[in-house]
């Protein structure tokens, strides 16, 4: 059974600090692999996307990867703030699923001032 | 910007009625997705759809039905509302295995 698994559940960090997200998933035939946020009672918001052709992509101060080989996806966020407090989703695309996604169970990420 | 819909932000039901939620979206994506959300479970596939008229069973399609009529809408019907569908139900689409783009969601509350 292919799953994603986000750990920690939650993660509480200090204003400016450097923080990476971890996503790891079962099957290393990964179509795709977008990360989401989710602030509270709101739906989901697409950061990034990647290919399972490509290494990362970065917005911003936002900077994911993908290892399809160790079956591990992270999103760096460089210089935290405040305002980056919200629950972060992982989702994978594998490719004998045709187009459904599978979620992680996110990561609840809180930036204290 | 693409843009997916969901008519109704908060409802408060009756157990036994009927209920309808609705989701439009604007970029004339094919595929469209229902999920629900609740603490702890995380998001749950219901219901998706591939083209028009057609529609696939999620993980838990149980007390559900959808319907498809247009290419741009998906429908989420509760045929008889029960109070464990009480949550947070959330619409998405996608253009093939791209990028998906989630509405804001519908908190249905069934008392």
């Known amino acids: 059974k292919q799953e994603v698994t986000q750990i920690p559940a939650a993660l509480s960090v200090p204003e400016g600090e450097n923080l990476v997200l971890n996503c790891s998933f079962t099957d290393s035939a990964i179509y795709n692999l977008q990360w989401f946020r989710q602030d509270p009672g709101k739906g989901l918001t697409s950061l990034l996307l990647i290919q399972s052709s490509q290494r990362e992509q970065t917005s911003g101060r936002l900077n994911a990867s993908l290892d399809k080989s160790s079956g591990r996806s992270t999103l760096y966020i460089a210089a935290s703030q405040p305002g980056d407090s919200a629950t972060y989703l992982c989702a994978a695309t594998f490719y004998n699923q045709g187009g459904k996604l599978i979620f992680g169970q996110g990561t609840e990420l809180s930036v204290k001032p | ?111």
């Open chain 2, 1 to 111: 910007d693409v843009k997916v819909t969901q008519s109704s932000r908060y409802l408060v039901k009756r157990t036994g009625e009927k209920v309808f939620l609705e989701c439009v979206q604007d970029m004339d994506h094919e595929n469209m997705f229902w999920y629900r959300q609740d603490p702890g479970l995380g998001l749950r596939l219901i219901y998706f759809s591939y083209d028009v008229k057609m529609k696939e069973k999620g993980d838990i399609p149980e007390g559900y039905s959808v319907s498809r009529e247009k290419k741009e809408r998906f429908s989420l019907i509760l045929e008889s509302a029960s109070t464990n569908q009480t949550s947070m139900y959330l619409c998405a689409s996608t253009l093939g295995r791209a990028e998906l783009f989630f509405g804001e969601g519908s908190r249905l509350t069934v008392l």
